[in-house]
């Protein structure tokens, strides 16, 4: 649980994997819309996320307000998804998961927090810029580019 009473986040449970699901969609939705291509965080197999990551959540069990998916790292804490449904947005929610993760890696003693993004994603790139996260790398693929951020943990 977090310390913020305005944000108790509870670790995911087996059977919160559909919820955490339909989550994920509802969130990633727009996006998703707006490329027209698949989205990581949109089509997953949330079991095997499940089974692979640090799973975060706010909300009631049947109706999820968001989520936070962290992959630790040797040297960092990768960020896989930050997820918020689309009613709560504006809510705060997205800044408080990411205070969170940062206080997971300082917890962890892992240096700084990894995050990507799709640079057609202009709003999450100045959002995370306006937050202290540096840009590491933009990775060229075939249908996209990708925006690699990082940003050191404060003790």
């Keep these: 649980m977090t310390d913020d009473p305005a944000l108790p986040l509870r670790r995911a449970e087996a059977g919160d994997v559909p919820a955490l699901a339909a989550l994920q969609r509802a969130a990633y939705a727009d996006l998703r819309a707006r490329i027209g291509m698949s989205l990581q965080p949109y ?38 998804s930050i997820a918020v449904a689309p009613e709560r947005k504006g809510a705060g929610l997205g800044s408080a998961l990411l205070d969170f993760a940062e206080a997971r890696a300082a917890e962890a003693g892992l240096p700084e927090v990894r995050l990507y993004t799709n640079e057609r994603f202009t709003e999450n790139v100045a959002w995370y810029r306006r937050r202290g996260y540096a840009v590491e790398r933009i990775e060229e693929r075939p249908d996209r580019r990708v925006v690699h951020f990082r940003r050191a943990v404060r003790a």
């Design 43 to 80: 089509d997953a197999d949330f079991a095997a996320v499940f089974a692979t990551t640090e799973i975060w959540l706010a909300g009631p069990s049947q109706k999820l307000d968001a989520a936070l998916i962290l992959d630790p790292k040797p040297d960092h804490l990768l960020i896989w």
